[in-house]
């Protein structure tokens, strides 16, 4: 089993920064990619980027060039860098991970706000 704690959401103006951090505990060994995802009011949960094993990364269209997701391997940390935040960023934030096996874990989702 995987834990993931998510940490750093909040409100914050349209232009602005939040940097959100994941640990993740547990059978951490066996962890391979993390990432986050978002879910916002009335939507589905989608993609907002990924990163491997071997720090390859993804990331959704819609914050290509604003979003900077990272990995500390040894403190099993993933943080995501959200510059230039807009309204329609507003959403919960979910820590990602799957496992060397197949199996998806995720956290509890941190709330992200973005309004003037």
């Known amino acids: 089993q995987v834990q993931l704690a998510e940490s750093g959401g909040g409100l914050v103006q349209p232009g602005g920064s939040l940097r959100l951090s994941c640990k993740a505990s547990?059978?951490?060994?066996?962890?391979?990619?993390m990432g986050w995802y978002r879910q916002a009011p009335g939507k589905e949960r989608e993609l907002v980027a990924l990163?491997?094993?071997?720090?390859?990364?993804t990331y959704a269209e819609s914050v290509k060039g604003r979003f900077t997701i990272s990995r500390d391997v040894a403190e099993k940390l993933v943080y995501l860098q959200m510059d230039s935040l807009k309204p329609e960023d507003t959403a919960v934030y979910f820590c990602?991970?799957?496992?060397?096996?197949?199996?998806?874990?995720w956290g509890l989702g941190t709330q992200v706000t973005v309004s003037s």
């Open positions: 547990g059978s951490i060994f066996s962890i391979n990619t």
């Open positions: 990163i491997t094993g071997t720090y390859g990364t």
């Open positions: 990602y991970s799957r496992n060397r096996g197949g199996t998806d874990y």
